[in-house]
């Protein structure tokens, strides 16, 4: 599933098209009037089974409601799992997997014993929300294709039979990769070759008011793009203005690449005259371990992009594009498949164990009831990776000179002198500077060697500022929630910036230009 997430390599021309083209553009937005989802915004769980030693469905379900998690995928119909769930108020989207596709889309009496075997008996003690028909079916099995509609269009009509299809929705997950040219989002279009399918596909969505079901991975945007698209973007990290993605025809910025992303597949959806179709995100994370080729697949990287990613979603903020509108997000996944094949990442993008424990703790404050919350919301911040030791070590003399950070500690004898090196006693010191002004993004930069994170870079009796912030009271939950497990996770959040959108036109020729200068950096 997840490494079939891929995307063209688009983003270097998309910023060498806003830096040539950003003029005087600022009318292109199209009116969009999608329908409105009226409740609160949500984050759910993809629930694999690639796991040794699965739990129980009864075990499995009194875990979820013990991690206030209320909104699940699955990748079947399990009726031991549909029953579990019954008389919970976990709302679940089930799934018809790929190979039965054939057999539903060519028989509407097979389809409607499908709905009378996994949903009728279950509804409505069991909370079945939605029907995921297969999975990137265009771009896994394209053979398949055109049995697609006839399969969604024969389950729909069951469920119709059944009196059950003003509750329950039918769509099918679609990979990024149906959609070409997709940075700057308002050059999207579908691709040409599933145009017909995809438009039978958004006028049923628009019929019957179901969601366009997208699976996005800012991670393999990052991946193939590297050099291009900045990793900070790519983690929802809070940004400066200069460090925003401009799109030239629009001029909408964009602070993250999932945005651009949903925007990406709204202005595909324009492009077919489909203008009432929402998007629900059904698949997105971050692998928190890979091999060799896949450095940034870290536990920090993992914990900083989901934990950004519930932040961004209960924060309500849309999309530049759509701001009154939040698409809700199923992350990807709930456990660790240690029986996947390789590549090593494919087992490692749960948020937990296979033996419930957590692979990391996430970092969000206030995010209503998903999971657990507190009250604390810190971040740091410290010296990059892979920055040559001079560049830092100038940033260290910096902050610990005109910056006036506090560096007593990485002073020899001191607690935070070893690991002697610079990154380490950069780190410290950039944090120090860092909590001091107020932990505002832009003095986390040190021109470009710096980046904020959310995990306590603390180590031993290494203590950094900002973890000085946090009361001792609150410190021991959080080392009591790392010795506990999964029993009693809790999260420790992130401030996210929002930033404003409606910016003259000559700003955006300026961050353009920007955006170029750092671009012959990199390629220098």
Not at 22 to 35: M, N
Not at 196 to 206: D, E, G
Not at 462 to 473: D, E, H, L, Q, Y
Not at 495 to 509: A, C, Y
């Amino acid at each position: 599933m997840a490494n079939t997430k891929k995307l063209p390599l688009f983003f270097f021309l998309f910023v060498v098209f806003c830096c040539c083209f950003s003029t005087s553009i600022s009318s292109f937005v199209p009116e969009i009037k999608v329908q409105q989802d009226k409740d609160e915004p949500y984050v759910g769980v993809n629930i694999g089974t690639d796991v040794s030693n699965f739990l129980s469905p009864s075990d499995l379900v009194a875990f979820l409601q013990l991690q206030k998690i209320t909104h699940i995928r699955l990748f079947d119909a399990d009726p031991d799992m549909l029953k579990a769930l019954a008389k919970t108020k976990i709302r679940v989207i089930i799934s018809v997997p790929n190979n039965q596709i054939l057999a539903i889309g060519s028989s509407n009496t097979t389809a409607a014993a499908w709905i009378g075997r996994n949903v009728a008996a279950f509804y409505p003690e069991t909370l079945i929300t939605a029907i995921a028909v297969g999975d990137e079916l265009l771009t896994t099995v394209p053979s398949s294709a055109p049995l697609l509609m006839p399969a969604i269009e024969s389950l729909y009509s069951a469920l119709v039979a059944a009196n059950l299809h003003t509750q329950i929705k039918i769509s099918t997950p679609n990979s990024a990769s149906i959609i070409l040219d997709p940075f700057p989002p308002s050059q999207a279009f579908f691709n040409q070759s599933m145009s017909s399918v995809l438009s039978q596909l958004l006028q049923f969505c628009s019929r019957t008011q179901s969601p366009l079901m997208m699976n996005l991975y800012p991670y393999y945007v990052f991946m193939q793009n590297k050099g291009v698209v900045p990793i900070d973007n790519s983690l929802f990290k809070p940004l400066t203005p200069s460090k925003e993605m401009v799109d030239p025809n629009t001029l909408l910025h964009y602070t993250n690449v999932l945005d651009a992303m949903i925007d990406s597949v709204y202005f595909s959806m324009k492009n077919l005259n489909v203008t009432d179709v929402v998007v629900l995100v059904t698949e997105s994370g971050w692998p928190s371990k890979g091999d060799s080729k896949e450095p940034y697949a870290t536990i920090d990287n993992a914990d900083t992009y989901n934990s950004n990613l519930i932040k961004h979603i209960f924060d309500r903020s849309g999309t530049p594009l759509h701001p009154e509108i939040t698409s809700n997000v199923y992350i990807y996944e709930l456990f660790n498949e240690d029986l996947r094949s390789p590549p090593v990442s494919e087992a490692n993008w749960g948020l937990f164990h296979g033996n419930s424990t957590p692979v990391y703790l996430l970092h969000v404050s206030g995010s209503g009831t998903f999971l657990a919350n507190d009250t604390t919301n810190q971040t740091y911040c410290i010296a990059m990776d892979g920055v040559d030791k001079g560049t830092l070590q100038a940033a260290l003399d910096w902050a610990c000179g005109p910056g006036r950070a506090n560096c007593s500690e990485i002073q020899p004898g001191e607690s935070c002198y070893q690991p002697n090196d610079v990154k380490n006693h950069a780190s410290y010191a950039f944090d120090s500077y860092y909590q001091k002004s107020g932990t505002s993004p832009g003095s986390c930069d040190f021109k470009g060697v710096a980046m904020i994170t959310t995990s306590d870079p603390s180590h031993g009796s290494c203590i950094f500022p900002g973890s000085k912030t946090v009361s001792n009271k609150t410190t021991q939950v959080v080392n009591a929630t790392q010795a506990s497990g999964a029993n009693t996770i809790r999260f420790i959040g992130a401030e996210t910036s929002i930033l404003d959108k409606n910016v003259h036109v000559l700003f955006g020729v300026a961050l353009c230009l920007f955006y170029y200068s750092l671009i012959q950096v990199q390629l220098s």
